[in-house]
């Protein structure tokens, strides 16, 4: 894969369930700089698949993970308003900080916090990259700002007129193309910068992708 977001850019993944948007977004997170540089998975949906990934260290809201040794963590915050306002003053010290990439499976269930839109808004400028998941972009609880910041989109199908109609908004992608999409695991991979469009195979299996993550944590870091 060609032009792969850089370390300050957002990739905002786009697919209705199981259209296979969480395992590619698993590939592109292998494929990063993480020797380097801090990541920090959210796992709201409690997805067993992102505790398997090799050497991720989980934390809790009282780690102060920021200050630590570049990597992987995880961190699976509770459906609830307690576990809400720390996630939010999380990415509030995230967004102080910077220097932190920031993985979503599920944007959708934390698109509404301030900061996370304060992040998506400004945090280019203090190296924090975004890659994030969301299965139903006209949502009416969905922020615009969650969806319209990303530099770089990748689109599974969509079934629903009002999905692809907020699609549309953002890419080169009309309603037709995803015709092409209905039958397969293909997805369309579309660049801001440049107005490209292209069209992506299925990721790897699993193992293959976690096969990555091992090689790409073994790499010696980068000596600037």
């Not at 599920?106 to 280019?124: F, P, S, T, V, W």
């Not at 990748?154 to 907020?166: G, I, M, S």
Request: proline content about 4%; overall charge neutral.
């Amino acid at each position: 894969m060609n032009l792969l977001p850089k370390n300050d850019e957002r990739l905002t993944i786009i697919g209705r369930t199981g259209s296979g948007k969480s395992h590619y977004a698993l590939y592109h997170l292998a494929l990063r700089n993480l020797k380097n540089f801090k990541w920090l998975i959210i796992n709201t949906k409690g997805s067993s698949m992102l505790y398997d990934i090799p050497k991720v260290r989980p934390i809790t809201f009282n780690d102060n993970f920021l200050n630590t040794k570049n990597g992987l963590y995880i961190i699976e915050p509770l459906p609830n308003e307690y576990d809400e306002e720390r996630l939010n003053q999380l990415f509030f010290k995230i967004w102080s900080i910077g220097n932190c990439g920031l993985f979503i499976d599920e944007a959708m269930d934390i698109g509404h916090l301030e900061n996370y839109k304060l992040i998506l808004r400004q945090g280019r400028e203090k190296q924090i990259p975004v890659i994030q998941c969301i299965q139903r972009p006209s949502d009416r609880t969905l922020n615009r700002h969650v969806i319209s910041e990303s530099e770089y989109y990748q689109v599974f199908y969509l079934n629903d007129k009002r999905d692809r109609k907020v699609v549309e908004n953002f890419t080169t992608i009309k309603d037709e193309d995803f015709n092409e999409l209905e039958i397969s695991r293909e997805s369309y991979y579309f660049i801001v910068k440049t107005n490209e469009l292209f069209k992506l195979e299925p990721a790897p299996d699993i193992d293959t992708i976690y096969s990555i993550f091992e090689r790409k944590l073994k790499e010696k870091p980068n000596i600037l």
